[in-house]
């Protein structure tokens, strides 16, 4: 059955991709994230998770929280478990 499938998919797939636009991602700007949520961990910290919506964020780097009238350091990120050095525009991190 997947023999008589893939003829079809196939041009389908191609069809779309060619329709698709992919946005560019800008790594420039100020620093903006959406957080999703915020919790404390013993031992760690404050915890974040949420998207980036403008700019990038590394670990080390000093961001401003204007809600709290804050400035805190990020002490690391992770996406999908796994830890990461720079979160961009677009990118779901804790």
Known sequence: AATV????????VDQLM????IPARSTSG???FAIDHCFPIKGKGTVMTG???NGSVAPNQVIEIPELRTE?????????HKPVQRAAQG????
């Open 5 to 12: 499938v893939t003829p079809y998919v196939t041009p389908l």
């Open 18 to 21: 060619s329709m698709v636009r």
């Open 30 to 32: 100020p620093f903006y």
């Open 51 to 53: 998207t980036v919506l």
């Open 72 to 80: 805190v350091k990020v002490k690391s990120m992770q996406m999908f």
């Open 91 to 94: 990118d779901r991190v804790d």
